[in-house]
C-alpha cells in the first residue's frame, strides 16, 4: 500500500495476559458525527498477535471525506489466542494532509473484552459530567469495584486490595531485571546475617566481610558509625528523617539536668539552650506498649528520648540519651552522655535500633506503601480512567500493590524475613503502624509543609542544615506546580468541582470508616472537595508521598543499615541499664543482621506508562519536568557545600512510584 489515507498505531500493554491473536477492529468518528468503514485490523490471515509491550502499524485506504477525527470505536474478534486483551492507547495519522501531520491520540488503557465495544473520545480525559459516553463510563466503574475491593488484613492498618488484580501484577520485564536480581541479593544477605549473629574480634573484622567476595560495596555507615556529629546527621537525612522536632520544654519523663549537660552547651545552661531554640529532641516513647511476641526473650526494644544541641558552627550534636521514657521502675532512667565511652557507644546503637523499629514499620511501610495502596483502590473504585486526576495519579501507583501483595506473603509472613531480622518482629511492626495510623493525618503528617511545622522546624534559621525539609520543599513546590496545572485546567469554577459525582464519591470513600471506606484522617474537605485549592492539596501529598518521601525513606537503606553498628535493624541481648563500662567487645556482641534494597521505576516524571495526552495534561506535565530540572541543579549545587551529599530527593533520583 503505497499511499495510505491513514496510519493507525496500536500498543498493546505490558501486562499479564494483555496480548491476543485476535483481529482488532476500529472505526473512525469525526467532530461532525461521519463514520468511516469498519476497519479490520491483523498482522496475518490467522489474527492479530497483538503482543504484550508491542506496537503494530497498520497503513489503511478507502477512507476519504472525514473531518478531524473525534472519536474511536474499538473492539476486538471473538475467535483466536488470547482472551481479552489490554490497549494501552491507539493514536492515528492521517497522510492526506502535507508536510508531518500531528498523531491524534486515543489512549485506552483498558481491558478489551468479548462482544464489547468501547467509544472513545480524542485525549480520552473528561470530567464525568461532561463525557459523551456516560453509560460506559459507569458501566466500566461497575465493573472496576469488582476487582478493586477494600480489605484490611492486619488488625488497625491501612486497608489494601483484597484481591491482585491482573492489570496490578508485574510484567516479565520487572520480574526479569528486578526482581530476581533483589532476590539474589536478600539470599546473600541471609547468608550474611547467619555470619552476623556470630562473635567479632573488632569493627574491623566485620568490615572484611565486604572484602571476601559477598559481592556487596562497603556501606558508607562503614566509615562514619561512631561519629556523633553523624549520629545527629541521621536525624535530617538518614532514613527516619520525621522524628526530630524544636524542644521547646523538656518531657518530665527525661531525667536530664543543667549540670549534667554543661559541659556540651558551649557555656549555655540547658533552660537558656531551650529557650534559644538551640536544644532538638527525639522522642521515641511511643514504643513503650510495642508486643515483641516471637522475639526471643533475651531481646528488647527500647523507647528512647534523645536531645541534640545546635552549636555554634550551625552543626547538631547529640548530648543526651535516655533509653526508656516510661515511669515503669523497671526501667531506670539512667542518661547516657558523649563522655561515657563504649557505653555511649551501645546507648547510640539502641536508639538507632528503636529509630529502625519506626523507620520501617510505620515512616516507611505504614504511610508511603500501605497508605498510598488504600489510596489507590479509593481512585480505582471511583474514578474512570478517562478522568483528568485518574491519568494525573496513574503513573505513580505503578507495580504499588503487587510489591505490597509480595511483602505481605513473604516479609511480614509469621516466622518471615521481618520476623527473623528486626528487633520488633512482625507482631511489632504491625503494632507500630495501627499505632500511628489513629493519629495520622493526611493534612498534617501526609503534607511535607505541615508535617515540619507541626515539628517546629519549618524555619531555616532554627536549623539551618535539614536537607530532606530544603530539598523536599523544592520537590514539593514542582508537584504541587504540575498538580495545579491539570487541576486548575479541567475545573474553572466551584460548580465543576460540585457536579463532579465521581471526585466527590473518592473523596467520601477516603474518610469513610472501613470496610466502605480507606478511614484517612485529615483529608482536605473531609469528605467532599469543594475547591480547587483542596483537589490541589490531596492530590499534591499523594503524589509527593509516592515518589518523594518513599526514595527518602528508603533508597538510603543499604549504606545506613549495611554495616551492623551504624544502624541495626536487629540488637542481642539488653540495652544498658547504668554507665558501667563495656570493651568494644561486650558492644560487639550485641549486633544485628543486614537488610538489602534497590531502586526500580524511571525518575519522577519520565512515566513508565504515559497516561496524558490532552492539552491540560500534557502542558503541565512539560512544565513539571522543566521545575523538576531546574531544582535537580539547585540540589546538585547544594551538595557541593554539604559535609556529606544528600541525593535521594534529587529528582533525578526519585523514582515515580512505590515498586519495590
Known amino acids: 500500500m503505497s499511499n495510505p489515507d491513514y496510519t493507525i498505531y496500536i500498543k498493546t500493554a505490558d501486562y499479564k495476559g494483555a496480548s491476543t491473536d485476535v483481529s482488532i477492529y476500529i472505526t473512525f468518528i469525526d467532530v461532525n458525527g461521519k463514520k468511516s468503514r469498519n476497519i479490520t485490523l491483523t498482522d496475518d490471515i490467522f489474527g492479530g498477535k497483538f503482543e504484550k509491550g508491542q506496537t503494530n502499524k497498520f497503513p489503511v485506504s478507502d477512507i476519504s471525506g472525514l473531518a478531524d477525527l473525534k472519536f474511536i470505536e474499538i473492539s476486538r474478534g471473538i475467535w483466536g489466542f488470547g482472551g481479552n486483551w489490554f490497549c494501552e492507547c491507539v493514536w492515528?495519522?492521517?497522510?492526506?494532509?502535507?508536510?508531518?501531520?500531528?498523531?491524534?491520540?486515543?489512549?485506552?488503557?483498558?481491558?478489551?473484552?468479548?462482544?464489547?465495544?468501547l467509544k472513545i473520545q480524542k485525549w480520552d480525559c473528561s470530567l464525568p459530567q461532561n463525557d459523551a459516553s456516560p453509560q460506559q463510563r459507569a458501566k466500566e466503574i461497575q465493573e472496576k469495584q469488582t476487582h478493586y475491593v477494600l480489605d484490611r488484613k492486619f488488625p488497625g492498618v491501612p486497608a489494601q486490595v483484597k484481591d491482585l488484580p491482573q492489570q496490578e501484577m508485574f510484567t516479565d520485564h520487572y520480574q526479569n531485571d528486578v526482581l530476581i536480581l533483589s532476590g539474589a541479593s536478600l539470599g546473600i544477605v541471609g547468608n550474611l546475617a547467619k555470619v552476623f549473629s556470630g562473635d567479632w574480634k573488632s569493627v574491623d573484622d566485620i568490615s572484611n566481610l565486604y572484602q571476601t567476595g559477598c559481592g556487596f560495596d562497603v556501606p558508607q555507615g562503614r566509615y562514619r558509625w561512631d561519629e556523633d556529629s553523624y549520629f545527629a546527621k541521621?536525624?535530617?537525612?538518614?532514613?527516619?528523617?520525621?522524628?526530630?522536632?524544636?524542644?521547646?520544654?523538656?518531657p518530665s519523663a527525661l531525667d536530664v539536668t543543667n549540670d549534667m549537660l554543661k559541659p556540651f552547651l558551649e557555656g549555655y545552661t540547658l533552660d537558656d539552650a531551650v529557650s534559644k531554640n538551640k536544644i532538638f529532641l527525639c522522642d521515641l516513647s511511643?514504643?513503650?506498649?510495642?508486643?515483641?511476641?516471637?522475639?526471643?526473650?533475651?531481646?528488647?526494644?527500647?523507647?528512647?528520648?534523645?536531645?541534640?544541641?545546635?552549636?555554634k558552627e550551625d552543626e547538631l550534636t547529640p548530648v543526651a540519651i535516655q533509653l526508656f521514657a516510661t515511669t515503669d521502675k523497671r526501667y531506670p532512667h539512667t542518661v547516657f552522655l558523649p563522655t561515657d565511652g563504649n557505653v555511649w557507644k551501645l546507648a547510640k546503637m539502641f536508639y538507632n535500633n528503636a529509630d529502625a523499629m519506626v523507620h520501617q514499620s510505620s515512616t516507611h511501610l505504614g504511610f508511603t506503601h500501605l497508605i498510598i495502596e488504600s489510596i489507590a483502590v479509593a481512585v480505582n473504585r471511583t474514578l474512570s480512567m478517562s478522568h483528568p486526576l485518574h491519568r494525573l495519579i496513574a503513573p505513580h501507583f505503578l507495580y504499588l500493590m503487587a510489591i505490597n501483595s509480595l511483602a505481605i506473603t513473604s516479609l511480614l509472613a509469621p516466622d518471615g524475613w521481618i520476623d527473623t531480622t528486626m528487633t520488633a518482629g512482625r507482631d511489632g511492626v504491625l503494632d507500630i503502624i495501627a499505632h500511628q495510623f489513629k493519629v495520622w493525618r493526611l493534612n498534617v503528617e501526609g503534607t511535607l509543609p505541615e508535617e515540619i511545622k507541626a515539628r517546629k522546624l519549618d524555619d531555616p534559621k532554627i536549623l539551618p542544615d535539614y536537607p530532606y525539609r530544603d530539598d523536599g520543599l523544592l520537590v514539593w513546590n514542582c508537584i504541587k506546580n504540575y498538580v495545579a496545572g491539570v487541576v486548575n485546567g479541567h475545573y474553572k469554577n466551584k460548580n465543576d468541582i460540585a457536579n463532579d459525582f465521581e471526585l466527590q464519591n473518592f473523596a467520601e470513600i477516603l474518610v469513610a470508616p472501613y470496610p466502605e471506606g480507606c478511614e484517612i484522617k485529615g483529608v482536605p474537605g473531609n469528605g467532599k472537595f469543594e475547591t480547587q485549592e483542596e483537589i490541589i492539596s490531596a492530590f499534591t501529598s499523594f503524589i509527593f508521598t509516592s515518589s518523594a518521601i518513599h526514595a527518602a525513606v528508603n533508597f538510603g537503606q543499604y549504606d545506613e543499615y549495611g554495616f551492623p553498628p551504624n544502624y541495626p535493624a536487629f540488637m542481642n541481648g539488653k540495652a544498658p541499664r547504668d554507665k558501667s563500662p563495656i570493651t568494644e567487645a561486650d558492644l560487639l556482641k550485641q549486633l544485628p543482621n543486614k537488610p538489602m534494597i534497590q531502586r526500580a521505576t524511571e525518575s519522577l516524571g519520565d512515566f513508565e506508562v504515559n497516561y496524558t495526552y490532552d492539552p491540560v495534561g500534557v502542558a503541565a506535565l512539560k512544565q513539571f519536568n522543566i521545575e523538576l530540572k531546574e531544582a535537580s541543579a539547585i540540589i546538585d549545587e547544594r551538595n557541593k557545600h554539604r559535609r556529606i551529599a544528600y541525593n535521594h530527593l534529587n529528582p533525578k533520583n526519585i523514582p515515580n512510584a512505590i515498586s519495590i
Not at 492521517?94 to 508536510?99: H, L
Not at 511511643?286 to 552549636?311: I, R, T
Open 286 to 311: 511511643m514504643l513503650h506498649s510495642v508486643p515483641l511476641a516471637g522475639v526471643p526473650l533475651d531481646k528488647e526494644l527500647v523507647h528512647p528520648y534523645a536531645l541534640f544541641y545546635l552549636n
Open 234 to 250: 541521621q536525624r535530617t537525612q538518614g532514613c527516619n528523617p520525621v522524628i526530630m522536632q524544636l524542644c521547646t520544654k523538656i
Open 92 to 117: 492515528v495519522v492521517n497522510e492526506q494532509v502535507g508536510g508531518t501531520p500531528a498523531p491524534v491520540y486515543f489512549p485506552i488503557n483498558r481491558w478489551l473484552r468479548q462482544y464489547v465495544t
